[in-house]
Nanobody
Framework: QVQLVESGGDLVQPGGSLRLSCAASGFKFRDYGMRWWRQVPGKEREMVAWINSDGTKISYADSVQGRFTISRDNAKETLYLEMNSLKPEDTALYYC?????????WGKGTLVAVSS
Protein backbone atom coordinates (compact mmCIF):
# COMPACT_ATOMS: atom_id res chain seq x y z
CA GLN A 1 0.00 0.00 0.00
CA VAL A 2 0.98 3.63 -0.34
CA GLN A 3 3.47 4.70 2.29
CA LEU A 4 5.18 8.06 2.79
CA VAL A 5 7.81 8.49 5.48
CA GLU A 6 9.04 12.00 6.19
CA SER A 7 12.31 12.63 8.02
CA GLY A 8 14.92 15.30 8.66
CA GLY A 9 13.01 17.63 10.94
CA ASP A 10 14.86 19.17 13.87
CA LEU A 11 15.18 22.17 16.17
CA VAL A 12 17.19 24.88 14.39
CA GLN A 13 18.04 28.49 15.06
CA PRO A 14 16.62 31.31 12.92
CA GLY A 15 18.66 31.63 9.75
CA GLY A 16 19.58 27.98 9.80
CA SER A 17 19.01 25.23 7.26
CA LEU A 18 17.47 21.79 7.11
CA ARG A 19 16.92 19.14 4.47
CA LEU A 20 13.75 17.09 4.67
CA SER A 21 13.32 13.74 2.95
CA CYS A 22 10.23 11.78 2.01
CA ALA A 23 10.65 8.09 1.22
CA ALA A 24 7.81 6.79 -0.94
CA SER A 25 6.68 3.23 -1.54
CA GLY A 26 3.67 1.27 -2.70
CA PHE A 27 3.10 3.19 -5.93
CA LYS A 28 5.01 4.26 -9.05
CA PHE A 29 6.67 7.34 -7.61
CA ARG A 30 7.95 8.48 -11.01
CA ASP A 31 4.36 8.80 -12.30
CA TYR A 32 3.13 11.29 -9.71
CA GLY A 33 3.53 14.95 -9.01
CA MET A 34 4.35 15.55 -5.36
CA ARG A 35 3.84 18.30 -2.82
CA TRP A 36 5.26 19.33 0.53
CA TRP A 37 2.74 20.64 3.02
CA ARG A 38 3.03 22.02 6.55
CA GLN A 39 0.64 22.41 9.43
CA VAL A 40 0.67 24.31 12.70
CA PRO A 41 -1.71 23.00 15.39
CA GLY A 42 -5.02 24.78 15.16
CA LYS A 43 -4.42 25.97 11.60
CA GLU A 44 -5.19 24.56 8.18
CA ARG A 45 -2.57 22.59 6.31
CA GLU A 46 -0.62 24.87 3.95
CA MET A 47 0.91 23.79 0.62
CA VAL A 48 4.60 24.69 0.59
CA ALA A 49 5.96 23.40 -2.71
CA TRP A 50 5.01 21.31 -5.74
CA ILE A 51 7.06 19.35 -8.25
CA ASN A 52 5.82 17.49 -11.31
CA SER A 53 6.53 13.84 -12.00
CA ASP A 54 9.84 14.31 -13.81
CA GLY A 55 11.05 17.31 -11.84
CA THR A 56 10.87 19.78 -14.72
CA LYS A 57 8.17 22.00 -13.22
CA ILE A 58 8.19 23.45 -9.74
CA SER A 59 6.22 26.03 -7.78
CA TYR A 60 6.35 27.43 -4.24
CA ALA A 61 4.15 29.22 -1.78
CA ASP A 62 4.98 32.92 -1.61
CA SER A 63 6.01 32.49 2.01
CA VAL A 64 8.92 30.19 1.11
CA GLN A 65 9.84 31.36 -2.40
CA GLY A 66 13.58 31.95 -2.64
CA ARG A 67 14.34 30.08 0.59
CA PHE A 68 13.09 26.53 -0.01
CA THR A 69 13.97 24.14 -2.83
CA ILE A 70 11.96 21.05 -3.71
CA SER A 71 13.58 18.21 -5.63
CA ARG A 72 13.15 14.51 -6.27
CA ASP A 73 15.16 11.42 -7.09
CA ASN A 74 12.89 9.04 -8.98
CA ALA A 75 15.48 6.25 -8.92
CA LYS A 76 15.50 6.40 -5.10
CA GLU A 77 11.75 7.16 -4.90
CA THR A 78 12.51 10.05 -2.60
CA LEU A 79 11.29 13.63 -2.41
CA TYR A 80 13.37 16.37 -0.79
CA LEU A 81 12.87 19.85 0.62
CA GLU A 82 15.95 21.99 1.17
CA MET A 83 15.09 24.78 3.59
CA ASN A 84 17.37 27.78 4.06
CA SER A 85 17.11 31.07 5.96
CA LEU A 86 14.60 29.48 8.29
CA LYS A 87 12.28 31.74 10.26
CA PRO A 88 10.28 31.09 13.44
CA GLU A 89 7.12 31.18 11.34
CA ASP A 90 8.39 28.11 9.44
CA THR A 91 7.84 26.06 12.60
CA ALA A 92 5.36 23.31 11.73
CA LEU A 93 4.84 19.63 11.09
CA TYR A 94 5.91 18.99 7.50
CA TYR A 95 4.26 16.38 5.28
CA CYS A 96 4.78 15.13 1.75
CA UNK A 97 2.05 13.72 -0.41
CA UNK A 98 1.10 12.85 -3.93
CA UNK A 99 -0.81 15.48 -5.87
CA UNK A 100 -3.50 12.82 -6.24
CA UNK A 101 -3.89 11.82 -2.61
CA UNK A 102 -4.51 8.12 -2.06
CA UNK A 103 -7.69 7.47 -0.05
CA UNK A 104 -7.03 10.36 2.31
CA UNK A 105 -3.70 8.89 3.38
CA TRP A 106 -1.07 11.09 5.06
CA GLY A 107 2.20 10.10 6.61
CA LYS A 108 3.18 11.05 10.16
CA GLY A 109 5.16 14.11 9.13
CA THR A 110 8.41 15.49 10.48
CA LEU A 111 8.63 18.36 12.96
CA VAL A 112 10.59 21.49 12.14
CA ALA A 113 11.05 23.93 15.01
CA VAL A 114 12.80 27.25 14.45
CA SER A 115 13.74 28.99 17.65
CA SER A 116 16.67 30.68 19.35
Amino acid sequence: QVQLVESGGDLVQPGGSLRLSCAASGFKFRDYGMRWWRQVPGKEREMVAWINSDGTKISYADSVQGRFTISRDNAKETLYLEMNSLKPEDTALYYCNRVIIYQGYWGKGTLVAVSS
